[in-house]
């Protein structure tokens, strides 16, 4: 099953209708969340990421996703409706402006449709990894969040599997490390919590923002900065982060990171709590 503007329908044979503007145009953005023990992981902090991407694309969100209590009652339909069950869902909700016309919009109303499946962690260590050649991220009013520049990630997972690695680091137009195909990259060196800043066209990660977040209530040091290469790969342990896992890294190039930093683990033993 899934939901289309709040409506419920089967998955097969379900189309849907045109003019459609995310196809068109790319006139909108998604959010990937994780259903767990009867709510959304990360709630407070998808929800925010929804409201910036709907303000800065001019939408308005459909009162089924505009609050909190409204996105984890809208979305626990759709979950109770699922005839297979799982004890966690990976929640898929694509948002895109109503309505046709060429570049310049009609309306500043939104249609929406989420879709689930059962959830599977991605959590196994990164074994190989490299710094993109192919493609570079770019800053801009949309860099933050997810859609709007999905063509870059898409290029991005292309050359990591046309190279055989586990993972690919991006960098922006000035060489500074951004972020992985699809999740943050973190990294301690002397005792700090390092993060590429958003000033880096990295998308603001919802799993990201909630590190940071336990970061400061622990009292680590952490910093989002704007740093090469190099500087990465002098560090102690280097890990990345998304709704679906945290992943060490082994390996990024010839450099060879710990697995189990003492600072990581005091960092995720207390996520669990927050």
Partial sequence: MLLFNGQLHSDTGFALPLPNRGLFFNDGFFETMVWAAGTVRYLPYHLARMQQAAAVLGLTLPAAL???????????????????????????????????????????????????????????????????ETVRTQLSAVSFCKGPNALTYVLAARERQQRGLD?????????????GVAAAVFWVRDGQLFTPALETGCVAGVRRAHLLQVARQLGLPAQQVQCHPDELQQAETVFTANVAGIRVVQQLGTSRYSSAHPLLQHLLQAERWH
């Avoid at 993972?167 to 972020?179: M, P, W, Y």
Wanted: glycine share 8%; proline share 5%.
């Fill in 66 to 132: 505009a609050t909190a209590e409204a996105l984890k009652v809208t979305l626990g339909g759709l979950i109770a409706a699922q005839t297979s069950f799982s004890a966690e869902y990976r929640v898929r909700l694509q948002l895109w402006r109503s309505g046709g016309g060429l570049y310049a919009p009609e309306t500043d109303a939104a249609e929406w449709l989420a879709t689930s499946q059962p959830f599977q962690p991605h959590d196994t260590p990164i074994t190989s990894c490299g710094f993109a």
């Fill in 167 to 179: 993972e690919l680091l991006l960098l922006d137009a000035a060489g500074h490390v951004a972020e």
